[in-house]
């Protein structure tokens, strides 16, 4: 039902995530990882208490010029803190379900409206059956917009998903009581109370 981060995006922790994405200091994932379990812990109580753990996928061209998926690494190094942390909460992590099927145009310097269309249809999911009635923790480094996140959880949710909830290490900082129509997918607004359900229907409370 939440978004949740483990901070804003900018200082040192902007720096470590640069640092870990485009640099390849790889050893920086466990730290980083760490910050992602607490803030998924957020939600422990609150979520279901079985869950896939999605990364967001980077497309193949952008994967084969990056090396690795700096989302997958992080939910990876995230679900080992939990284990331990949380020892009764079920997470599986799905590196694989969800795949994103065409290259998109950086979504740096695009407004809100542009970072949605760039990215509209951008996702599917590779087997409806792996989703299906599950609740879905997405997990990203960054959210900034929330688009990201928006047009993968459309696709989770048009292939059956239950529900959907984000962890993601750093969030923008920007204002809250963003909601828009459902004409233009889902919404999410960071840290706040946003449900939805398999219907794609947002409710904020």
């Known amino acids: 039902m939440r978004a949740v981060s483990f901070g804003l995006y900018q200082g040192r922790l902007r720096e470590a995530i640069h640092a870990f994405k485009y640099d390849r200091l790889h050893p920086a994932a466990r730290g980083l990882g760490r910050m ?8 422990a109580g609150e979520a279901p208490g079985k869950m896939l753990v999605v990364p967001v996928p980077l497309h193949r061209t952008k994967r084969a010029q990056r090396g690795f998926n700096q989302a997958r690494a992080l939910a990876r190094e995230a679900l080992k803190v939990l284990a331990t942390t949380h020892s009764n909460w079920q997470l599986t992590l799905a590196s694989s379900a969800l795949m994103r099927q065409r290259a998109t145009e950086s979504q740096a310097g695009l407004t809100p409206r542009r970072r949605r269309m760039n990215l509209r249809g951008a996702f ?19 959210m900034t917009t929330g688009a990201t996140a928006r047009a993968a959880a459309l696709a989770l949710l048009r292939a059956g998903a239950a529900s959907i909830w ?16 459902l004409e233009d997918q889902v919404s999410f607004e960071p840290d706040s109370s946003t449900q939805l359900s398999s219907q794609g229907q947002p409710s904020f409370s």
Do not use: Y
């Open 124 to 142: 599917s999911v590779t087997d409806p059956a792996i989703v299906k009635g599950k609740h879905i923790l997405l997990v990203d480094d960054v």
């Open 166 to 181: 984000v962890g993601t290490l750093a969030r923008a900082q920007r204002a809250t009581g963003f909601t828009e129509s």
């Open 36 to 43: 992602l379990a607490s803030a998924i812990a957020q939600l």
